[in-house]
């Protein structure tokens, strides 16, 4: 079993930054650098929906909203994934989740909360 952490969260004002992260423990044997692992946030009465993903390979992808603002990376030596949060906007203001998948296997972390003042 997978357990997430995710940590960096708290109140900002429109036009700052955050930084996330997000640590990983009991790997089920496999080494992190396989996993492949993934923000993902959900604001008030709104549907999770992805934010930035970074496969085992390096490659990224983000939600059409946050690119070139949001910067995911990962540190396989630490087990951490970290997402770089620039320029934010009140509509960033969600739970931001952490998860990990490997095979058909998905594990999320509890989230943290960013909010995002006018």
């Known amino acids: 079993q997978v357990q997430l952490v995710e940590s960096g969260g708290g109140l900002v004002q429109a036009g700052g930054s955050l930084r996330l992260s997000c640590t990983a423990s009991?790997?089920?044997?496999?080494?992190?650098?396989?996993?492949?692992m993934a923000w993902y946030r959900q604001a008030p009465g709104k549907q999770r929906e992805l934010v930035a993903g970074?496969?085992?390979?390096?490659?990224?992808n983000y939600a059409n909203s946050v690119k070139g603002r949001f910067t995911i990376s990962r540190d396989n030596t630490k087990n951490t994934t970290s997402l770089q949060m620039n320029s934010l906007i009140p509509e960033d203001t969600a739970v931001y989740y952490c998860?990990?998948?490997?095979?058909?296997?998905?594990?999320w972390g509890k989230g943290t909360l960013v909010t995002v003042s006018s």
């Open positions: 009991g790997t089920s044997g496999a080494d992190y650098k396989f996993y492949s």
């Open positions: 970074i496969t085992s390979g390096g490659d990224t």
């Open positions: 998860r990990a998948a490997i095979g058909a296997r998905n594990f």
